[in-house]
Structure formats: C-alpha cells, structure tokens
C-alpha cells in the first residue's frame, strides 16, 4: 500500500516535469501560462482583500451603529432619570410644603385657644374683683345702715377678700406652675419626661406565665400620665374650700384643671402664653 502511494506521487511528479517541459519547449505559450497564472493569483488575492475590506467595514458599520444606539439610550436614560429626579424634587418640596403648613396651622390654632383661655382666666379674674367689691359695698352699706354690727361687718370684708386673694392667687399658682405651657387643658406632672426602669418581664395572662421582652423594655418603661378623673380631683380638692360663690363665677370645665388631653408633646415652647 505504501509503495502504491509513492508510485502515485512519483507518477505526479513525471507529469508535472513533462508538462513543465512542454510549456519550455514552446516560449510563447510559456509566457501565456505565466501571465495567466499570475493574473488568476492576482484577482484571487484582490478579491480576498476586497472581502475581507468588506467584511471588516460591515463589522466597523455594525459597531459604529451599536455605539450611536448604546449613546442614544444612554442620552434617553440620562433624561429620564434626571425627569424623575425633578419629580420627586417637587414632590418632596411639595410634601415638606404640606407639613410646614400643617405644623404652622396645628401651631396657630394652640396658640389661639390659650390666647382665647387666657382672656376668659382674665374675664374670670376680672368677674371676680367685681364681684368682691360688690360684696364690700353691700357690707359696708348694711353696717353703716346698722343691719350688722360692725366688727361682724369687718370680718365678713375680711373673709371675702381672703377668699378673693385666695382664688387669684390659685389660678395664677396654677396657670405659672402646674399648667401645661403649650396645651391649656393639660397640667405637667413631676414624672413626665423619666422613663422608669423596666423589669423586662410581662404577664401574658391571668395564669402567672411571664415571658421576656426581646428588647429588654418591660412594664413601666413607659411613662403614663394620671387619667382626667385623678387629676381633676386633685386641682378641685383645692378649689373646692372656695365655696358655691367661685364655682358659680368659674368657667366651663376644663380652665379650671387639666382634662387630660389626648396626646401632644410636654414642655414645648411658650409661645401660645
């Protein structure tokens, strides 16, 4: 098998020499194989050339589009990114809008009613001289008339005007010690702000089971203003030695004593007084 491959390529080999002894005997179509040979190699190689220039300006053209589209949706990005930007800019200015207002109206209106609930302690205060002077006239009328005696006279003035201080001076105690600066219906108590030490335990239930806050926060931790009845009978305790004659000059419920407001900061700015 071998030796028939060989003789094959040999065989190739005498033809290719007898056919190149053929074009060497005659020059002239030796010369025309030449030229034609080397024409084909010549548009052979052209034409690659041309193909491959081609290709690879099809390739150029194709990587040129790709980086004007990649630049295009950039640019679009870019534009509706900076459109939302804008959006939420105006939307927060908007929302910072809504709650300065808010806060500017929920501010106007506290300071209104402690303007309105100052006028009325005034009006009180006012109402109530009033009424204590009456009372001295009438004493001192019905003494000089001699319907009382006039040391009898002397400690009835002496009684009304003590109870007169004494009631100006609880409502001025009241309004500059006890009530809150900012909600006229509340009053501050010594345990508002402190935040008490917790156990960490809570009681699920009426069993006894107790379980542990993750937290470490437990009962008490919070601090939790007196109901409205506890305070009011606290601030009306005191009032109350006054007698039928102030209570029928008081204001509605609510100036005299704290009624327990729902809600709302403690301690906040004076402004409203």
Known sequence: MANLQKDI????????IQFLQTLQSDPAKYSAYIAD?????????VDTKRASFVKVSGDMARMMDM??????????????MSTQDQIIR???????????????????????????????????????????????????????????AKDAGDYL?????????????YRWYYTTRIRDPRYWNQRR???????????GKICFG???????????????????????????????????MFGSMISSL?????????SAAAGGPQGASTMGR
Do not use: C
């Not at 390529?9 to 290719?16: F, H, R």
């Not at 008081?250 to 704290?258: L, M, N, S």
């Open 9 to 16: 390529v040999d065989l190739q080999d005498i033809e290719k």
């Open 37 to 45: 040979k080397s024409k084909r190699i010549l548009s052979e190689t």
């Open 67 to 80: 980086d004007h589209n990649s630049i295009a949706a950039l640019n679009r990005t870019n534009d509706l």
């Open 90 to 148: 105006e939307q927060s200015r908007q929302v910072g809008t809504i709650t300065a207002t808010k806060d500017m109206t929920r501010r106007q209106v506290e300071i209104n009613n402690w303007y309105y609930e100052n006028k009325r302690e005034t009006l009180f205060i006012l109402q109530l001289i009033l009424l204590v002077v009456l009372t001295l006239v009438v004493v001192l009328g019905l003494t000089s008339y001699g319907y009382i």
């Open 157 to 169: 003035m002496a009684f009304v005007i003590i109870i007169g201080l004494g009631t100006w001076m």
């Open 189 to 199: 108590f010594e345990a508002d702000g402190k935040r008490p030490e917790g156990s």
């Open 206 to 240: 009426s069993d006894g089971i107790t379980g542990q806050f993750d937290s470490g926060v437990g009962p008490g931790s919070v601090p939790i203003r007196a109901p409205a009845s506890q305070a009011a009978a606290s601030t009306s305790s005191g009032s109350s």
């Open 250 to 258: 008081a204001p509605e419920a609510g100036t005299f004593g704290p």
